[in-house]
């Protein structure tokens, strides 16, 4: 009987040992995905909220349009690590969006790799538009759309901390032969100067 006994506690033993060793098992799974999706949830919102963008200035080069666009970390206090964007011109025609070719400036070799940002990043592309059957959404300026992909992380060796921001900007551009007599007519300005690009809402 107390043979018995015995086998049936060493039984209730190992049982309770398992279903222990189950739940903490369960425990530390739980825990380290709520960790990772904080951790992701951390970095979206560094991405999303944090790094900020714009179109920051345009001029011409030629029948190419020299366009500067601007970077930064808008909360400093927090590390941010970024692969430079990739950027696609895309000008509307019709209803329909058309991809232009984008150029390094000065024949140079794309920026590439991760940097961590501080302050402001600021890079430059050459577009060229070789057409002239563009949308005119607003008489006499063309409507741009700048698509930049981003790749963000909060620091700049795992692999699993990235996430991907694809991000549009829109501007509205002034041709560089545009007749500017003629949209004098049409508009009134500050200070009577026809601007090379308007920034345009996400939209």
Known sequence: MKKKFKIITVIALVLLALFGMDYYIGYQQNRLLEEKAAHKKKIEQLAWYSLRGEVKEVSYKGNLYRIMLKFENAFPE?????????????????TLWKEVPVHEPDAKSPDTGVIKLEGVKTIEKLIEVPFRNYEEVLPGYMHVR???????????????????????????????DADLRKMAKNYTFTRNEIPIFIPMPPH
């Open 78 to 94: 927090d590390e941010m690590y970024i692969m430079l964007p990739q950027v696609r011109c895309l000008v509307q025609v019709g």
């Open 146 to 176: 700048l698509n930049t992909v981003s790749y963000v992380s909060s620091n700049a060796v795992s692999p699993d901390d990235i996430v991907e921001k694809n991000e549009d900007f829109y501007i509205y551009l002034r041709p560089y």
